[in-house]
């Protein structure tokens, strides 16, 4: 699953129930069903959950 295209397909930053999630080849692989989290995540942002000291070489 890739975001970048799954946001380019949906037009909207954060997929919702019944949504398609998608491969880098814009694939849909993924139906949306239930989201049961408590609020943002990962997916969202990605380069989020990376700290500054990780992605040194």
Same mark, same amino acid.
């Given at each position: &699953?890739? &975001?970048?295209? /799954?946001?380019? /397909?949906?037009?909207?930053?954060?997929?919702?129930?019944? =949504?398609?999630?998608? /491969?880098? +080849?814009? +694939?849909?692989?993924? $139906?949306? /069903?239930? =989201? $049961?989290? +408590?609020? =943002?995540?990962?997916?969202?942002?990605?380069?989020? $959950?990376?700290?500054?000291?990780?992605?040194?070489?």
């Amino acid at each position: &699953m890739s &975001m970048a295209p /799954t946001r380019a /397909t949906l037009l909207k930053l954060q997929p919702q129930r019944g =949504d398609g999630l998608s /491969t880098n +080849r814009r +694939r849909r692989i993924l $139906t949306m /069903t239930e =989201d $049961t989290s +408590r609020g =943002d995540h990962a997916r969202r942002w990605p380069h989020a $959950t990376a700290s500054a000291t990780s992605c040194r070489a």
